[in-house]
């Protein structure tokens, strides 16, 4: 029996926390783990992905729908840089993530063969946590601080293992791994609850609001039974962030939408017509589209109180839970509903949707995109996962693809990096096999890391109970990325043309191609009911204007203001968004 090294011990960490697979990227010094796990049995499984971004983006996607922390690998040098845009996803979107990455530097420091100040790369990332192995009695701690730390700070952590620390045996006085405590990340570690004179302000507000608006963000997961009875007792609107998007029933009659710059005129019309606004989990940065300072009176819910009034001017600040802080405000708000302000977010909600459902009907040249993701709305499998990438596909998925319960949906909301999509996709399919994925992209996108993470899905898709992964690529060849109105520009302007669905095929998986829009509803039959993973690529128009919905300076009661009282508006808008990034570069 060979001797227990570092490396055994890690794994040993690893299932003791639970974790069921960890991505990465074999390389040299990070081989004795790498060995260790394959060594493992499945428990946990290694994924080698095509690159080490592409690895870091799984392990954030699988902590983003999942709940659980992430695990990512690699090792020094070029393959530790490689891991930071995808541990900045995690970072920003408040995900738990380890990083384990390995080093071997055995000549003098600072002119090693790709050797890179390691603590100093992932000092701001994983600014909570990053420490290096030094002795083998310290790894099974270091491991477990690592783990806690991402999971009470919902961040990245970092764990530098030498490659002379992995491959040591350990002594035989080192008892086994013992359980450990594990967290859910997902969920708060302590009952968390705002004090009892600050609920009982806000409920006071709430019930002296007479047009109530709620904004719901990704922070507000699993709280949608509160949002919806305080919704009804209020009669209030609901708009959310695109994080927040999968949180509520999209169906809803009082659901405007998404907020922002993507999103729909329903929802920015609520903003300008409240007078009332308790903003739930979000951070959302699209700041030109709330209220104007001094419109509203705001509440804000937070499980952490930096956030709060990080957006907004905010009057009575609730640190808590989203669920236990709403259980607890329900408690305190009597059922009287203004309906008619109801009837008028109602009335709001209803023509946005008559006015999607035509901007999708336009012609366009092949096919519109709206109409892509229109036609998949009707068609979104009951459960499953839905992974959207950067471009002008989050404008007509924010807009379009209504997302009913029990489907996940996840984007890198606030990085936004291109690329990300095809991974979370992987991520979202090896966590729950048995459920449909689809992934939405622009070309860039798959050009950028979508084409090679197709060989991951194609080595894995057939243990899947399920075979479903479904990859949309949105082809408009257009080299900016974001299309948008914008006429073609010059040939060597544009990016060049890959048969995306051929490449889908050569690899042993469904492709089609479609270029008319007649065939868009057929063709998204084809691909859900395919016995293997797809690539639907639809060549799309670019030149289908984004619209971004105006930033609402009419409320829902009709009121409106005159050409210098505007002018006064957006430049007020434009100093709100300055004084916001300044404090960001901050």
């Given at each position: 029996?060979?001797?227990?090294?570092?490396?055994?011990?890690?794994?040993?960490?690893?299932?003791?926390?639970?974790?069921?697979?960890?991505?990465?990227?074999?390389?040299?010094?990070?081989?004795?783990?790498?060995?260790?796990?394959?060594?493992?049995?499945?428990?946990?499984?290694?994924?080698?992905?095509?690159?080490?971004?592409?690895?870091?983006?799984?392990?954030?996607?699988?902590?983003?729908?999942?709940?659980?922390?992430?695990?990512?690998?690699?090792?020094?040098?070029?393959?530790?840089?490689?891991?930071?845009?995808?541990?900045?996803?995690?970072?920003?979107?408040?995900?738990?993530?380890?990083?384990?990455?390995?080093?071997?530097?055995?000549?003098?420091?600072?002119?090693?063969?790709?050797?890179?100040?390691?603590?100093?790369?992932?000092?701001?990332?994983?600014?909570?946590?990053?420490?290096?192995?030094?002795?083998?009695?310290?790894?099974?701690?270091?491991?477990?601080?690592?783990?806690?730390?991402?999971?009470?700070?919902?961040?990245?952590?970092?764990?530098?293992?030498?490659?002379?620390?992995?491959?040591?045996?350990?002594?035989?006085?080192?008892?086994?791994?013992?359980?450990?405590?594990?967290?859910?990340?997902?969920?708060?570690?302590?009952?968390?609850?705002?004090?009892?004179?600050?609920?009982?302000?806000?409920?006071?507000?709430?019930?002296?609001?007479?047009?109530?608006?709620?904004?719901?963000?990704?922070?507000?997961?699993?709280?949608?039974?509160?949002?919806?009875?305080?919704?009804?007792?209020?009669?209030?609107?609901?708009?959310?962030?695109?994080?927040?998007?999968?949180?509520?029933?999209?169906?809803?009659?009082?659901?405007?939408?998404?907020?922002?710059?993507?999103?729909?005129?329903?929802?920015?019309?609520?903003?300008?017509?409240?007078?009332?606004?308790?903003?739930?989990?979000?951070?959302?940065?699209?700041?030109?589209?709330?209220?104007?300072?001094?419109?509203?009176?705001?509440?804000?819910?937070?499980?952490?109180?930096?956030?709060?009034?990080?957006?907004?001017?905010?009057?009575?600040?609730?640190?808590?839970?989203?669920?236990?802080?709403?259980?607890?405000?329900?408690?305190?708000?009597?059922?009287?509903?203004?309906?008619?302000?109801?009837?008028?977010?109602?009335?709001?909600?209803?023509?946005?949707?008559?006015?999607?459902?035509?901007?999708?009907?336009?012609?366009?040249?092949?096919?519109?995109?709206?109409?892509?993701?229109?036609?998949?709305?009707?068609?979104?499998?009951?459960?499953?996962?839905?992974?959207?990438?950067?471009?002008?596909?989050?404008?007509?998925?924010?807009?379009?693809?209504?997302?009913?319960?029990?489907?996940?949906?996840?984007?890198?909301?606030?990085?936004?990096?291109?690329?990300?999509?095809?991974?979370?996709?992987?991520?979202a399919k090896l966590a729950r096999p048995g459920e449909p994925v689809i992934a939405l992209l622009g070309d860039g996108a798959m050009q950028l890391n979508g084409l090679a993470e197709l060989i991951t899905v194609a080595h894995?898709?057939?243990?899947?109970?399920?075979?479903?992964?479904?990859?949309?690529?949105?082809?408009?060849?257009?080299?900016?990325?974001?299309?948008?109105?914008?006429?073609?520009?010059?040939?060597?302007?544009?990016?060049?043309?890959?048969?995306?669905?051929?490449?889908?095929?050569?690899?042993?998986?469904?492709?089609?191609?479609?270029?008319?829009?007649?065939?868009?509803?057929?063709?998204?039959?084809?691909?859900?009911?395919?016995?293997?993973?797809?690539?639907?690529?639809?060549?799309?128009?670019?030149?289908?204007?984004?619209?971004?919905?105006?930033?609402?300076?009419?409320?829902?009661?009709?009121?409106?203001?005159?050409?210098?009282?505007?002018?006064?508006?957006?430049?007020?808008?434009?100093?709100?968004?300055?004084?916001?990034?300044?404090?960001?570069?901050?």
């Amino acid at each position: 029996m060979a001797d227990r090294t570092v490396a055994d011990l890690v794994v040993e960490r690893l299932r003791a926390w639970r974790v069921p697979r960890a991505f990465g990227y074999p390389g040299a010094a990070i081989a004795p783990l790498v060995t260790a796990l394959d060594a493992a049995g499945g428990d946990p499984e290694f994924i080698p992905a095509r690159h080490e971004e592409t690895a870091a983006f799984m392990a954030t996607g699988h902590a983003k729908f999942t709940g659980e922390i992430g695990v990512c690998l690699a090792t020094q040098g070029p393959s530790a840089v490689h891991l930071l845009n995808g541990l900045y996803d995690a970072k920003l979107d408040s995900k738990p993530v380890v990083a384990i990455v390995g080093e071997d530097v055995t000549g003098p420091l600072g002119g090693a063969h790709e050797e890179i100040g390691l603590s100093r790369l992932f000092g701001d990332v994983c600014n909570q946590f990053v420490r290096y192995g030094r002795a083998a009695g310290q790894v099974p701690t270091l491991l477990d601080q690592a783990f806690r730390t991402a999971a009470a700070t919902r961040s990245p952590t970092c764990v530098v293992l030498p490659y002379a620390l992995q491959v040591a045996t350990v002594p035989d006085l080192l008892p086994q791994a013992a359980g450990v405590m594990s967290a859910t990340p997902g969920e708060p570690l302590a009952r968390v609850l705002p004090h009892e004179g600050d609920l009982d302000a806000a409920a006071s507000l709430l019930i002296t609001g007479q047009r109530v608006a709620i904004l719901v963000g990704q922070g507000a997961h699993g709280a949608a039974d509160e949002i919806v009875a305080l919704v009804d007792r209020l009669g209030a609107g609901v708009a959310t962030s695109l994080l927040g998007k999968p949180v509520l029933d999209e169906r809803l009659p009082f659901h405007t939408g998404v907020l922002g710059e993507v999103g729909t005129t329903a929802a920015a019309q609520l903003m300008g017509g409240c007078d009332t606004l308790l903003l739930v989990g979000t951070n959302d940065p699209w700041i030109d589209w709330y209220p104007m300072p001094g419109q509203v009176r705001t509440i804000q819910i937070d499980i952490d109180g930096r956030r709060i009034g990080n957006r907004y001017p905010v009057d009575v600040p609730l640190v808590g839970d989203a669920g236990e802080t709403l259980r607890a405000l329900l408690g305190r708000v009597p059922d009287r509903p203004n309906q008619q302000w109801r009837n008028l977010v109602e009335s709001s909600v209803d023509r946005w949707r008559q006015a999607a459902a035509e901007r999708a009907a336009t012609p366009a040249e092949p096919v519109n995109p709206q109409l892509v993701l229109h036609e998949l709305a009707g068609r979104l499998p009951p459960r499953g996962a839905v992974a959207v990438d950067v471009g002008s596909v989050i404008y007509w998925y924010a807009r379009h693809l209504q997302l009913p319960p029990g489907v996940r949906a996840q984007l890198c909301g606030t990085l936004g990096s291109m690329g990300c999509a095809l991974p979370y996709a992987v991520a979202a399919k090896l966590a729950r096999p048995g459920e449909p994925v689809i992934a939405l992209l622009g070309d860039g996108a798959m050009q950028l890391n979508g084409l090679a993470e197709l060989i991951t899905v194609a080595h894995h898709w057939q243990e899947w109970r399920d075979p479903r992964l479904v990859v949309l690529v949105l082809n408009n060849r257009d080299h900016s990325g974001m299309g948008g109105g914008r006429p073609p520009g010059p040939p060597t302007h544009r990016r060049p043309d890959v048969p995306y669905a051929g490449w889908a095929r050569l690899l042993g998986l469904h492709g089609v191609r479609v270029d008319r829009p007649e065939l868009i509803g057929p063709a998204w039959d084809e691909v859900l009911a395919a016995d293997r993973p797809s690539v639907l690529e639809a060549v799309v128009d670019p030149a289908v204007p984004l619209d971004p919905p105006e930033p609402a300076l009419a409320d829902l009661r009709g009121l409106f203001v005159d050409g210098d009282a505007a002018r006064r508006v957006r430049e007020q808008m434009l100093q709100r968004r300055t004084a916001v990034e300044a404090e960001d570069l901050v």
